[in-house]
C-alpha cells in the first residue's frame, strides 16, 4: 500500500496570507490527525478527522482548521499566517476508528516557512 | 504541562552495543504507550507499542518495557547499528476513551540516538 502523502512538501508565504496543506491517507484508513512540529513545541496535536467529521481538537486558535472529504483525504486550513506558524506540519492517518489513537503512520510532512 | 518527557536529550553508542532510551509520563489515564523514530526531513516511523496491560513487547531488535507504577518506559534496542541513528519519540494516548482521545498521541521531546560505528 501507498504511503500517507502531503502536499506540498515545501511552502514559503507572509505574514497575513492564508495556506491550505493537503493530506491523502493509506488506503482503508478514516482517521487522519495533524500535528505541528516546532522546535520549542516539539509535536503538538492540532486535530482529528474521522469520516469528515472533526472528533478532537487540540490547544490551537482558530485559524487552523480542517475538512475531512467522503474519500477520507483531508485537509487543513491556516488563515492570517503570523511568524510562528512556522512549522513542520505533519499528517498521520489510523486504521483504528475508535477511542485514542492507537498506531499512526505519518506522511513526511510540509514545511511552512512565513517571512 | 508536559506528560511526556524524555530527559535525555542525546545518548551515544557504540554500534553492536544495546541502546537504552528512557521516556516518563505523568498523565494516569494513559494506556497505550508507542516509540517513532524520526529521520531529518521524514515523518515520524512507528516502531513499537505496548498497552498497559502488558509489561514488556518485543519486535526483533527493538524491546520495550513498561512500569506503570513509576509511570516510566524504555525502549531497548539490541544490537544497535549505524542506521538506528534517528531521533526517537515516546508517545502516549488513551485506547478506552473518547472525546480527547480521539486520534490524539501526546509526544515527548524526543532524544537523538548516534550510533557509532
Known amino acids: 500500500k501507498a504511503g500517507v502523502t502531503q502536499t506540498p512538501r515545501y511552502l514559503i508565504k507572509t505574514r497575513g496570507q492564508q495556506v491550505t496543506l493537503s493530506c491523502s491517507p493509506i488506503?482503508?484508513?478514516?482517521?487522519v490527525s495533524w500535528y505541528q512540529q516546532t522546535p520549542g513545541q516539539g509535536l503538538q496535536f492540532l486535530f482529528e478527522y474521522f469520516s469528515e467529521t472533526q472528533r478532537n481538537k487540540g490547544n490551537f486558535p482558530g485559524r487552523f482548521s480542517g475538512r475531512q472529504f467522503s474519500n477520507s483525504r483531508s485537509e487543513m486550513n491556516v488563515s492570517t499566517l503570523e511568524l510562528g506558524d512556522s512549522a513542520l506540519y505533519l499528517c498521520?492517518?489510523?486504521?483504528?476508528?475508535?477511542?485514542?489513537?492507537?498506531?499512526?503512520?505519518f506522511g513526511p510532512g510540509t514545511r511552512l516557512t512565513v517571512t | 504541562d508536559q506528560q511526556v518527557k524524555q530527559n535525555s536529550p542525546s545518548l551515544s553508542v557504540q554500534e553492536g552495543r544495546i541502546s537504552i532510551l528512557n521516556c516518563d509520563y505523568t498523565n494516569s489515564m494513559f494506556d497505550y504507550f508507542l516509540w517513532y523514530k524520526k529521520y531529518p526531513a521524514e515523518g515520524p516511523t512507528f516502531l513499537i507499542s505496548?498497552?498497559?496491560?502488558?509489561d514488556k513487547n518485543e519486535d526483533g531488535r527493538f524491546t520495550v518495557f513498561l512500569n506503570k507504577s513509576a509511570k516510566h518506559l524504555s525502549l531497548h534496542i539490541v544490537p544497535s547499528q549505524p542506521g538506528d541513528s534517528a531521533v526517537y519519540f515516546c508517545?502516549?494516548?488513551?485506547?478506552?476513551?473518547?472525546?480527547?482521545?480521539?486520534?490524539?498521541?501526546?509526544f515527548g521531546q524526543g532524544t537523538i540516538l548516534t550510533v557509532h560505528p
Open positions: 508517545a502516549a494516548t488513551n485506547i478506552n476513551a473518547g472525546g480527547t482521545s480521539y486520534g490524539k498521541l501526546t
Open positions: 498521520a492517518s489510523s486504521p483504528r476508528g475508535s477511542g485514542g489513537a492507537y498506531e499512526q503512520y
Open positions: 505496548i498497552s498497559s496491560i502488558k
Open positions: 488506503s482503508g484508513h478514516r482517521s
